[in-house]
């Protein structure tokens, strides 16, 4: 394999730079919306200084941990064209969760933070239905322990 020297910034990220940040502050904002009044009496601590900073921990480490695989993936087969993955909350996951899972379990024990944590358990459980999801591919391959590039 060729080890190549690997721009890490092109003049087209600047694009992609403000188009992800702008892209995460909206999700956020509507995540906030959702949280604040939606789920009523959700606390304005537990929102703002517990919910909110750990999914700006979970995007930065994301985007920092994407941005390794990338680098990494373009130093080992010496292409040019390799971006990070951007990670950040889904919309349409998050209206899933919130108006499927935590609205009745608010609404049926009246209690938010309950809610809450009904929603970190499905996104638990579903984080380890898509990491099965996406073994088994390589898993069902004969050429599964050859890396793919």
């Known amino acids: 394999m060729t080890e190549a020297k690997v721009k890490?910034?092109?003049?087209?990220?600047?694009?992609?730079?403000?188009?992800?940040?702008?892209?995460?502050?909206?999700n956020l904002l509507v995540l906030t919306g959702l949280l604040r009044f939606v789920l009523k009496k959700m606390p304005d601590d537990l929102v703002f200084e517990r919910i909110l900073p750990a999914t700006g921990l979970m995007l930065f480490l994301s985007t920092l941990y994407y941005a390794y695989l990338a680098y990494n993936l373009a130093q080992k087969t010496g292409r040019d064209d390799v971006c990070a993955l951007p990670s950040g909350v889904s919309v349409p996951h998050m209206f899933v969760v919130v108006f499927v899972i935590m609205m009745p379990i608010s609404l049926s024990t009246g209690d938010p933070v309950k809610g809450w944590e009904a929603g970190l358990a499905w996104v638990f459980i579903q984080s380890f239905v898509l990491m099965i999801g996406a073994l088994l591919p390589r898993l069902s391959e004969k050429s599964h322990l050859e890396p793919r590039y």
């Open 8 to 26: 890490i910034w092109s003049l087209g990220d600047w694009n992609a730079f403000f188009g992800f940040g702008t892209n995460i502050l909206v």
